[in-house]
């Protein structure tokens, strides 16, 4: 049963530090999009790759957020400085077509 | 107006009954329109796509409604295990992103 899996689950952190999020893709998808969830927002979309270019960051905080895919098998989301009101359920999606796939997500707490 | 609106609830039903929750989108042109399932502190998943015919799966029914753009979600016979909270989705013309509604809460209770 192929699944996205993300890490870490959990991050607890402070203000100031680095936080580096990373994604699995399932294999053979060639899109990967990063979300972030707040009860606020909801669902919001920051950044996607198609054959790991990125396509669209206009989601994303410039100054502070980066997205990368280094390889086919990996996406990375980090965050630096983390500030409190980055805290949130950052989900990975992989897709090959319409439908996409979510990981569980890394639940995201800056202090 | 917001891309995807839903009513935000909670729905609360007894097992057994029938609920149907609906969504409306902005854009005329969106092409692609899904039903994700979210339970609590849990990923969303795909529950069903819906497609301009209508489709059933099992208790689930979904419809599209592209003149007065609005998709309906229904749910039959509902079950404890149903409640969660459930997600419109519409896809972006030009992109090839999906946008969210902030969901409905569904609660069935014994």
């Known amino acids: 049963d192929a699944r996205v899996t993300q890490t870490p689950r959990h991050k607890v952190t402070e203000m100031g530090q680095e936080v580096t999020m990373r994604c699995q893709p399932i294999?053979?998808?060639?899109?990967v999009f990063w979300y972030r969830q707040t009860m606020m927002q909801g669902l919001e979309l920051l950044a996607y790759?198609?054959?790991?270019?990125?396509?669209?960051d206009s989601g994303m905080p410039k100054d502070r957020f980066s997205a990368e895919m280094p390889d086919a098998t990996l996406a990375t989301l980090k965050i630096q400085p983390s500030e409190p009101r980055d805290s949130a359920v950052y989900f990975c999606?992989?897709?090959?077509?319409?439908?996409?796939?979510f990981g569980p997500g890394t639940r995201l707490t800056v202090l | 107006r917001k891309e995807v609106e839903q009513d935000p609830g909670p729905f609360n039903v007894p097992e057994g009954a029938t609920v149907a929750f609906n969504c409306t989108y902005s854009?005329?042109?969106?092409?692609?329109f899904f039903w994700y399932r979210q339970d609590c502190r849990k990923e969303p998943k795909l529950l069903m796509s819906?497609?301009?015919s209508g489709n059933e799966d099992g208790r689930f029914t979904a419809q599209l409604n592209r003149a007065s753009q609005y998709i309906s979600l229904l749910i039959r016979d509902s079950k404890l295990s149903d409640s969660a909270t459930y997600l419109c989705?519409?896809?972006?013309?030009?992109?090839?992103?999906?946008?969210f509604g902030k969901g409905t809460m569904l609660l069935v209770s014994p």
């Open positions: 790759f198609r054959n790991r270019a990125p396509l669209d």
């Open positions: 819906v497609y301009s």
């Open positions: 989705v519409v896809n972006k013309i030009g992109y090839s992103t999906l946008t």
């Open positions: 999606a992989s897709a090959l077509r319409d439908t996409q796939y």
């Open positions: 854009n005329s042109a969106s092409q692609s």
């Open positions: 294999l053979g998808h060639n899109t």
